[in-house]
């Protein structure tokens, strides 16, 4: 499974920006989709993450803002943030689980100045 992530970028406090995670490759049997972050000097983080069935968890710093969705047919997850926050500021990455196996993309940066 490969993912490609898009959709960072430089925003000011109080905006907005949506990831995109498509999976290609062995995509079959595709368990959580999601994301989490890193921002310096910090550990990797969850952010959101959805169920092949839709269920969504987030993290409480997140609730309220972070949208995660997907849809199955494209085999892509969504995150939709608003309401962002400097301290959102991280490289943001996708994942997707299938069977035992964990699945990374590479990391998309997202920068909030205040």
């Known amino acids: 499974v490969q993912l490609q992530a898009s959709g960072g970028g430089l925003v000011q406090a109080g905006g907005s920006l949506r990831l995109s995670c498509a999976a290609s490759?062995?995509?079959?049997?595709?368990?959580?989709m999601g994301w989490y972050r890193q921002a310096p000097g910090k550990q990797r983080e969850l952010v959101a993450s959805i169920t092949s069935g839709s269920s969504t968890n987030y993290a409480d710093s997140v609730k309220g803002r972070f949208t995660i969705s997907r849809d199955n047919a494209k085999n892509t997850v969504y995150l939709q943030m608003t309401s962002l926050k400097p301290e959102d500021t991280a490289v943001f990455y996708c994942y997707a689980t299938q069977a035992l196996m964990h699945y990374w993309g590479k990391g998309t940066q997202v920068t909030v100045s205040s």
């Open positions: 490759g062995s995509i079959f049997s595709i368990n959580d």
